[in-house]
C-alpha cells in the first residue's frame, strides 16, 4: 500500500505533527481500513503535545474490487480550493489510468460522502437511486415539517432498513426509512440513468446530478407523483444517535 507522510502543525498548541496517509486503499487487501474511513478514524490524529483532537483530510482512492465499486476523494475544505477544483482534468485522468469494465467510479469532496457512498454499495444500493429518493423524501418532509429548514442529507442503515437522515437547522435529527416500493419506482423509472453510472463511468453522483436526471426526465415524460402522496413513518432522533 502506496502511503503519503507530511507534517502539520497543531492549531491549538503549534507542535508539528507528522502524518501517513494511504494514497491507495484496496479493501481486499486491507480489510482494516474499511472500518477506518466508516468511523472516521483515518481522518483525525491527536496531537501529542495538547491531546487535541484533529481532522485531517488528504486525496485518496478507495477501491473495493467485490464491490467493483473506485471512489477517487478529492478533499475541498475552503473556498480557494473549490475555486480550482477541476472535475474535468480529474475524470479525465481516472479515465486514462483505470479502464477495468464493470465499475461503479465516484469523484468526492466531503468525508461524508465518501462514507456514504461506501455504505450505499454495501448494501447492495445504487447511489444514483438513493440521490433521487432524496428529493422525493425531501418533498415530503417540507410538508410535514414546515419552517424546518434541512442542511444535509445521507444515507444510513437503520435498523436493518434502508434509511435517510436528515441533518436540520434546528439542531435535530430526523430519519425516515425508505420505501421499498418507493426505491423500486425511481430504480424502475430511472432505469436508463441509474444503470448506466455502473459501466466503469466516471461520475460525481449527488445532488446537482439527481436534480440534472429529474429536470431531465420530467421533459420527456409527465408520470403522476404517486410517490409523493405517500406518508412514512417520520422518527425523531438525536443528532447524537445519527
Not at 136 to 152: A, E, M, R, S, T
Not at 184 to 191: D, G
Request: charged share 30%; glycine share 4%.
Amino acid at each position: 500500500m502506496e502511503n503519503k507522510k507530511y507534517t502539520i502543525k497543531c492549531p491549538q498548541c503549534g507542535t508539528p505533527i507528522e502524518v501517513v496517509r494511504p494514497a491507495i486503499i484496496n479493501v481486499q487487501n486491507d480489510p482494516s481500513y474499511k472500518a477506518k474511513v466508516l468511523t472516521g478514524e483515518l481522518f483525525h490524529e491527536t496531537c501529542p503535545n495538547c491531546g487535541q483532537e484533529i481532522q485531517v483530510v488528504s486525496r485518496i482512492a478507495y477501491h473495493d474490487m467485490e464491490k467493483r465499486m473506485m471512489i477517487y476523494f478529492r478533499p475541498i475544505t475552503s473556498q480557494e480550493e473549490l475555486k480550482t477544483f477541476d472535475y474535468e482534468a480529474i475524470r479525465s485522468a481516472i479515465e486514462d489510468n483505470f479502464k477495468a469494465p464493470g465499475y461503479g467510479i465516484r469523484v468526492v469532496t466531503t468525508v461524508n460522502e465518501l462514507m456514504e457512498k461506501i455504505k450505499i454499495a454495501e448494501f447492495g444500493l445504487n447511489d444514483g437511486v438513493i440521490e433521487i429518493a432524496k428529493f422525493v423524501y425531501f418533498d415530503i418532509f417540507v410538508k410535514q415539517f414546515d419552517g424546518i429548514g434541512v442542511v444535509n442529507i445521507y444515507y444510513e442503515r437503520r435498523d436493518d432498513k434502508n434509511a435517510l437522515i436528515f441533518f436540520c437547522d434546528d439542531g435535530n435529527t430526523r430519519s425516515i426509512v425508505i420505501d421499498p416500493k418507493i426505491y423500486a419506482s425511481i430504480e424502475k423509472r430511472f432505469s436508463e440513468v441509474v444503470n448506466a453510472i455502473y459501466t466503469s463511468r466516471v461520475c460525481m453522483v449527488g445532488r446537482d446530478w439527481a436534480l440534472r436526471m429529474i429536470k431531465a426526465y420530467s421533459k420527456r415524460d409527465h408520470q403522476g407523483a404517486d410517490e409523493a402522496e405517500i406518508q412514512p413513518e417520520i422518527k425523531l432522533v438525536t443528532s447524537e444517535e445519527a
